[in-house]
């Protein structure tokens, strides 16, 4: 009678981690919308610091084509895009945010046909 209880949870417990299993291995990431955590969970290989890495190059070069531009990034290897290529989507890009409506000193210059202000240098 123990040997078939044994028997019994043995398979309600290989059943249980075929099912979880699969359901992890089925989540995706579109490379172009994702957050850095997001990142950080799905891809194998990618910890904080190359998940921010692949946000910060996406802000600065624009939405990735293709999950190959992955290796442009520092940090980011052809191996571990070939490690995560069935994990990575490429959708559209996030849509851009609409433009701040003009601050009310300079809708009034420019009512009043002034030159908008020369941009101030950084140091």
Same mark, same amino acid.
Not at 23 to 41: M, Q, Y
């Given at each position: ?5 044994? =028997? =019994?949870?043995?398979? =309600? ?6 099912? !979880?299993? +699969? ?12 957050? !850095?955590?997001? =990142?950080?969970?799905?891809? $194998?290989? $990618? ?8 946000? #910060?190059?996406?802000?600065?070069? +624009? &939405? ?12 980011? +290897?052809?191996?571990? $895009? ?7 989507? $490429? +959708?559209?890009? !996030? &849509?851009?945010?609409?433009? #701040? &409506? ?6 009034? !210059?420019?009512? #009043? ?5 020369? &941009?101030?240098?950084?140091?």
């Amino acid at each position: 009678m123990k040997s078939v209880s044994l =028997l =019994l949870k043995s398979l =309600l417990l290989s059943l249980l981690l075929v099912v !979880a299993g +699969g359901a992890l291995a089925s989540d995706t990431v579109d490379i172009n919308t994702a957050d !850095a955590a997001t =990142l950080e969970k799905v891809l $194998v290989g $990618v910890g904080p610091s190359k998940a921010e890495a692949i946000v #910060q190059y996406r802000e600065e070069h +624009g &939405p990735f084509k293709s999950a190959d531009e992955l290796a442009n990034v520092k940090g980011i +290897g052809l191996k571990t $895009v070939e490690r995560n290529r069935d994990l990575i989507t $490429v +959708g559209e890009a !996030a &849509p851009a945010k609409p433009a #701040q &409506p003009a601050t009310s000193a300079a809708r009034d !210059a420019a009512a #009043q046909g002034a030159a908008p202000a020369a &941009p101030v240098a950084r140091r």
